[in-house]
T-cell receptor, first 113, second 117 residues
């Protein structure tokens, strides 16, 4: 079955530690995205990539980094510079055509120890 | 500036009744798309329905329909014959097509729907 796989489902970070969230898709989509969701709020865009080896900052990119070395993979690193990383992180992908919906993974819940 | 507003933080509906979830948007673009997503308590985002700004007919997908009023900049989601499994958070989102980032989605803050038996 085609879809988006995020791992791990739950992640704990210690102070000063970088952690990496995995996102893999087998839908052959061109574009991939990372969103952050805080309790009771909508999704905010962290980074997005419309093509391999290229990505752009979203609205809240500070303290995060990404790479897009393969079409199917778009990992997100939460660095120690992100002072409030506790949130639910969602990865999405879509065709690079405007009317096509974004398809989402099941999310990773990150907490601070 | 582009913005999505969902003014209903939470709603109740009786099973088998219809319910309307409100969404208004703000954009200066003439070409844009509106999306509705459902987020159950498990967390995944499920795409429900899409409406393009130039679509003349209101979108429908099974029990979901979109009441699109372009002049009022509203795109309300109507769920007919509510089921217990419809209990979830619902998000309205917009994508502008004439700005640089053509795939960027802006989300509202969501409406929590509870279907009562």
């Amino acid at each position: 079955d085609g879809g988006i796989t995020q791992s791990p489902k739950y992640l704990f970070r210690k102070e000063g530690q970088n952690v990496t969230l995995s996102c893999e898709q087998n839908l052959n989509h061109d574009a991939m995205y990372w969103y952050r969701q805080d309790p009771g709020q909508g999704l905010r865009l962290i980074y997005y990539s419309q093509i391999v080896n290229d990505f752009q900052k979203g609205d809240i990119a500070e303290g995060y980094s990404v790479s897009r070395e393969k079409k199917e993979s778009f990992p997100l690193t939460v660095t120690s510079a992100q002072k409030n990383p506790t949130a639910f992180y969602l990865c999405a992908s879509s065709w690079d055509r405007g009317s096509q919906p974004q398809h989402f993974g099941d999310g990773t819940r990150l907490s601070i120890l | 500036a582009q913005k999505i507003t969902q003014t209903q933080p939470g709603m109740f509906v009786q099973e088998k009744e219809a319910v309307t979830l409100d969404c208004t948007y703000d954009t200066s673009d003439q070409s844009y798309g509106l999306f509705w997503y459902k987020q159950p308590s498990s967390g995944e985002m499920i795409f429900l329905i899409y409406q393009g700004s130039y679509d003349e007919q209101n979108a429908t997908e099974g029990r979901y329909s979109l009441n699109f009023q372009k002049a009022r900049k509203s795109a309300n989601l109507v769920i007919s014959a509510s089921q217990l499994g419809d209990s979830a958070m619902y998000f309205c989102a917009m994508r502008e097509y004439t700005s640089g980032a053509t795939n960027k989605l802006i989300f509202g803050t969501g409406t929590l729907l509870a279907v009562q038996p």
